[in-house]
């Protein structure tokens, strides 16, 4: 299974209907606020009389006051009830909004496309939840990245569907308007046809008693998230993407009427290279992740955003248009091409720090409580862009340019980014860990599928060089507190790795009998906890490219702790920079060139009666061959 591609799940029942009831909702949304928008923005003394440079701002914070109001109450309901029948229920609710919001349309009425808006907030709050619930309970863990990689891209070729045919109506005068109400609500009705293939998906908690309470359940869901630091500043990082993202999505028209001197069709423009550049970013999680749950991506991702939301205001600072730019003239604009490159980038690099953010949430939340926690994020991510929008407001408004805006979002993003990163260094030892194996190395993987997907178990692998550790840390689906020698910690980036992946340290009894003591324990506690322990039973890492003789500590290991041992193999690092071949490690770069092919060769599991130091080092010597 693991090697089947995402796009499969398409075709699949459990799936397919999810992604597209979520992908007509998305592009419902965005039909109808994007009109809504242009004609605001465009057309400002028609269609309520709002400032043009700060309509979609007001629009976006209407759209999003549902989240802080029932998010608690709809993340309840969506542990409570079976999550098929909530999903129809959501989607005729859709139909009625949109019934409303085609009245404000054909009859100009302002007022009731605003009450359309805080109503499609409401839907889309009820839905939240439970889409992202739903995954994890349809979805095997090795397809979360993946399915959650789909949903992302659905949801912004959706983003960019809605939008490109938002802005072919609205400027399609008197008639224009009234194919958007048209469109809106022949896009509910599919959605609701949609969802009726949705299979039945059983209430994780049918006997929860609903708390009506928004602020005390959202205060009890925190608590709860909080439990795991990991998933509770996951939910803080996702929330600061919403703050970032919701910021250049609803700057877009402005930007382009202000700045660029661009029409409605180079707001089209940019918002199609934005979707497209997100879609891919979140598409490609799952090749760059090796199909598993990979949070080092997310630093990744972050460096992008920054580094492009800085190069956005160099790009577009100082241009000052001559006269109102249609697409054809925008595109022949060399500067253009650098402002269009930017976005592209930096949403790529938003796909690469998203994806990861929600499929970790989706693994590591309890599940009975886990569309309360997504619905509690969701508060969090209303809060964040309401705080965005009066933000950008503010400073707009104090004579900031947007140029510069994109510029201080740049660098709040490297600041947070820096300040959870060093709440929660699982990220950045997990982005070393990837940086290695995609930088330094090509690596193949065989076997993967015997690391157990949960419960205790050693795993022991031969010794080639000083990042035998993190090639496997790299590969494997789950953390593995590896027992490493002492000295090791002696190295900067090595030691930073290696602590905050709760390595355990080991001496010899000759150097330090105390520690060698200490770690024993150590590794007896993590087993008896349930987490997976590794240890190089050669004692040291080879200078001749040998297996050497595997000694006796796993004998006293699995003695102590009766758990499954799972042999590993590592190929092809010999004589790499960091192993000793030749002469000391990390003194001859370069000797293998860059990308060399390595390799990790998983065998099942063995019962611990059979696990000898001697049966071992059999398997994992077979395992490696020839490939030193």
């Not at 440079?53 to 709809?74: D, M, N, R």
Request: net charge positive; proline share 5%.
């Amino acid at each position: 299974m693991s090697s089947r591609s995402q796009f499969a799940l398409l075709g699949e029942r459990r799936f397919a209907p999810l992604f597209w009831t979520q992908f007509l909702g998305a592009a419902n949304d965005n039909l109808f606020k994007f009109a809504f928008t242009l004609l605001a923005t465009f057309q400002a003394a028609e269609w309520g009389g709002a400032d043009p440079s700060t309509a979609g701002f007001t629009i976006g914070a209407i759209f999003i006051a549902p989240f802080v109001l029932f998010s608690a109450t709809s993340g309840q309901i969506a542990d409570k009830v079976e999550k098929g029948a909530l999903i129809r229920f959501v989607k005729n609710l859709e139909i009625a909004v949109m019934a409303i919001a085609a009245a404000g349309f054909v009859a100009r009425q302002p007022a009731l496309l605003y009450v359309a808006v805080f109503l499609m907030g409401v839907h889309s709050t009820l839905f939240g939840p439970v889409k992202y619930a739903y995954l994890p309970q349809h979805l095997r863990e090795e397809e979360l990245t993946g399915g959650n990689g789909l949903v992302e891209m659905g949801t912004f070729v959706a983003i960019l569907a809605g939008t490109i045919a938002a802005g072919l109506l609205a400027r399609g005068g008197p008639g224009g308007v009234t194919g958007v109400a048209i469109a809106c609500l022949a896009v509910a009705v599919l959605g609701r046809f949609a969802a009726g293939w949705i299979p039945r998906s059983p209430a994780p908690d049918p006997g929860l008693s609903i708390n009506w309470n928004p602020f005390t359940e959202t205060w009890a869901n925190l608590a709860i998230a909080a439990r795991d630091a990991t998933v509770f500043h996951s939910l803080l990082g996702i929330s600061w993407l919403w703050f970032f993202g919701s910021i250049f999505l609803t700057s877009f028209t402005p930007f382009t009427k202000d700045v660029l001197g661009g029409d409605e069709n180079v707001v089209t423009i940019l918002l199609a290279v934005f979707s497209i550049g997100i879609g891919l970013g979140a598409l490609a999680c799952e090749r760059l992740s090796g199909r598993k749950v990979e949070i080092g991506l997310v630093p990744f991702g972050s460096i992008g955003m920054t580094v492009f939301a800085v190069d956005l205001w160099l790009a577009s600072r100082g241009l000052a248009p001559a006269a109102v730019l249609g697409a054809a003239e925008f595109l022949g604009e060399s500067s253009s091409i650098r402002v269009m490159a930017d976005l592209f980038l930096l949403a790529l690099f938003a796909g690469f720090y998203s994806v990861p953010l929600y499929a970790l949430i989706q693994s590591r939340a309890e599940p009975k409580h886990r569309a309360r926690i997504i619905a509690a994020n969701n508060i969090l991510n209303a809060l964040f862009m309401i705080v965005a929008a009066l933000a950008a407001a503010a400073l707009l408004r104090a004579g900031l340019t947007l140029p510069q805006f994109f510029l201080v979002l740049g660098l709040m993003n490297a600041a947070v980014a820096a300040y959870v990163y060093r709440l929660v260094p699982e990220f950045l030892m997990r982005f070393l860990c990837w940086l290695l194996v995609h930088s330094a190395y090509r690596l193949r993987k065989a076997g993967i599928e015997n690391i157990p997907e949960e419960g205790a178990a050693v795993v022991v692998c031969n010794h080639v060089s000083f990042v035998d550790a993190l090639v496997i840390l790299a590969a494997s689906p789950r953390p593995i507190r590896f027992v490493m020698d002492h000295r090791i910690f002696r190295f900067p980036v090595l030691s930073f790795v290696f602590r905050t992946a709760r390595a355990i340290p080991i001496a010899p009894a000759r150097e330090d009998e105390a520690l060698l003591e200490r770690a024993y324990e150590e590794v007896a506690a993590a087993l008896s906890q349930g987490d997976l322990v590794g240890i190089f039973p050669e004692g040291r890492i080879t200078e001749d490219g040998e297996i050497g003789v595997f000694r006796g500590g796993i004998r006293r290991i699995v003695e102590r702790t009766p758990v499954p041992v799972v042999p590993m193999a590592l190929k092809g690092l010999y004589g790499s920079f960091f192993s000793r071949r030749g002469g000391a490690a990390m003194t001859k770069p370069f000797r293998r060139g860059v990308f060399s092919r390595i390799a990790l060769e998983v065998a099942p599991a063995v019962a611990p009666s059979e696990a000898t130091p001697e049966s071992l080092q059999s398997r994992v010597q077979a395992m490696r061959g020839d490939w030193r």
